[in-house]
């Protein structure tokens, strides 16, 4: 048994075998760590579900309860917050008390006609607009005895917590929040029900930010066993490239997402395979035009999204919102204002929840009774320079920008200069790393061809001979022009500091262009 996941199986063999093979590959960088394929493992129970959001205050009401259509087969309800006196009392949309939502909204009645026709409820606590729970609570006992009533009224075995905006920024609150889940989550187990819990947090194409990483790490800490990440694939900003799709950027962010996880997992104590680590990411998309004006997430993105879900065995998807899953009217002209009600795209009849839903038949509370248990079943491979496409990374030798190098069975290239950086060192956030993953070394490549300026085609720096603007060196094996007059300044200055060194190294395409003369 783990003391920091009680409850959870926990393997020391398994683990031990980690030990080594980390061990092992840290003695000589020739070995590589690998993880078993586990489509068929059971440690990530249920099958990936679709479910989208519905924002129950918003007016005109949306009828989730209505006869299931396409796409339609389970609702996320949002938002249970704090109540408006600031309060630690839930309330929807800090409009409605529970009860009030009973009688005003009739919510209690419409939640049960969706689970008489065999649909899932799952209710979400927090959003961007009020305050999470977490922030009113002064106490952990009394933000579990908040998310119990809200668990306990709707016989829910499903849980989102959409934590951004201030609630994100708040590390007291966060931390009593993971505290009061991790209480309810045991507490429920302990009496024989079952609580999945995800977290739905904002990201950009890189991935979750630093206070995402943090509320996640915080979970795990506390004992959580976390159903999944959903991220919020929606208004990514600057951090999309120009020309970039809406699919492709959340699809980026995805994957950055399941790095990350795996990281966080890692650390943790908890080891996860790639299936494993897709199992517990999920995506909402926001339907039609986003609140950034350029950003417009089409039915094709949709379709890609979807595909991309299906083949890589993603735990969920959702969308904001399904109130707004129709075309506008004409009597709303200026479909770049994003609406409640309506997606500002041209969508004829189709809807973008059938399209996401598209092959995920899967329902929220599968996954609620799953245990997360370690994974750790690593083999060892080596890194085989006739087999690799490019050198294979050492600590010793410098990298340029731009350079590509094989480690780990994967090929990398370095952002910046680097020397010492291993390439597959668990970062949490890109900026941390010199290195970008490329992907894999596929099967049949052989080395590329580095072009090499033959010995002697420029004469050998010397640190006591003054060089002037275009004067040209090998240094290190490596060709470098001077940018202006200089003396006892190594060509090696300009792999640390670019910008300020009198030297730069020319380029392989360069290289290549002289030795074709």
């Avoid at 002064?138 to 809200?150: E, G, I």
């Avoid at 370690?374 to 890194?383: G, L």
């Avoid at 190594?490 to 060194?501: I, R």
């Amino acid at each position: 048994m783990s003391t920091r996941f009680p409850g959870r199986r926990f393997s020391w063999l398994r683990f031990g075998v980690l030990v080594l093979a980390v061990a092992l590959a840290g003695s000589g960088g020739a070995l590589t760590l690998g993880w078993w394929q586990d489509s068929a493992e059971a440690t990530v129970e249920g099958t990936p579900w679709f479910a989208g959001y519905v924002d129950v205050t918003a007016t005109p009401s949306y009828a989730f309860e209505a006869p299931a259509g396409e796409g339609t087969q389970a609702a996320v309800l949002a938002f249970v917050v704090a109540a408006a006196d600031g309060s630690c009392a839930p309330s929807w949309g800090a409009s409605y008390g529970l009860d009030q939502a009973a009688s005003d909204l009739d919510l209690d009645r419409r939640i049960a006609r969706l689970r008489d026709q065999g649909r899932s409820v799952v209710v979400s606590f927090g959003g961007q607009r009020n305050d999470e729970l977490a922030l009113r609570c002064a106490s952990v006992a009394d933000l579990t005895a908040a998310y119990a009533s809200v668990v306990d009224r709707y016989r829910l075995d499903t849980i989102d917590l959409d934590i951004e905006g201030a609630a994100l920024g708040d590390a007291a609150s966060g931390q009593r929040r993971a505290e009061a889940i991790a209480a309810l989550q045991e507490a429920r187990r302990a009496a024989g029900k079952d609580l999945a819990v995800w977290l739905t947090l904002p990201v950009v194409t890189s991935g979750l930010t630093t206070q995402g990483t943090d509320t996640v790490a915080r979970f795990l800490a506390a004992g959580v066993d976390l159903a999944g990440v959903n991220v919020m694939t929606m208004n990514f900003g600057d951090t999309r490239a120009e020309g970039q799709s809406m699919a492709a950027a959340s699809i980026a962010a995805l994957s950055a997402t399941r790095r990350q996880l795996g990281v966080l997992y890692s650390t943790a104590g908890m080891p996860l395979g790639p299936s494993s680590l897709w199992r517990k990411v999920g995506a909402t998309p926001m339907l039609g035009q986003n609140d950034e004006p350029d950003e417009v997430f089409t039915l094709a993105d949709a379709g890609e999204l979807n595909a991309f879900a299906r083949d890589n065995g993603l735990g969920r998807l959702s969308v904001w919102s399904l109130n707004r899953d129709k075309a506008c009217s004409t009597n709303y002209p200026d479909v770049r204002r994003v609406s409640d009600s309506c997606s500002g795209v041209d969508q004829g009849a189709t809807r973008f929840a059938a399209v996401l839903a598209e092959g995920l038949t899967g329902t929220p509370g599968e996954a609620a009774g799953g245990v997360t248990t370690p994974e750790p079943v690593p083999t060892a491979t080596a890194d085989d320079p006739a087999t690799s496409p490019y050198r294979i990374w050492s600590a010793t030798s410098s990298y340029p920008a731009g350079t590509k190098v094989v480690w780990h069975g994967n090929v990398y290239e370095a952002k910046w200069w680097t020397r010492g950086d291993v390439p597959d060192d668990p970062v949490l956030q890109d900026s941390q790393t010199p290195w970008r993953l490329v992907g894999p070394v596929l099967p049949g490549e052989t080395p590329v061809p580095v072009p090499t300026l033959p010995a002697g085609f420029y004469p050998t720096w010397k640190p006591d001979k003054a060089y002037t603007a275009g004067d040209r060196v090998i240094y290190q094996g490596m060709a470098f022009e001077a940018r202006w007059w200089n003396t006892a300044t190594s060509p090696e200055s300009s792999l640390v500091d670019p910008g300020g060194s009198p030297w730069q190294a020319l380029s392989q395409e360069e290289i290549r262009k002289l030795l074709e003369k």
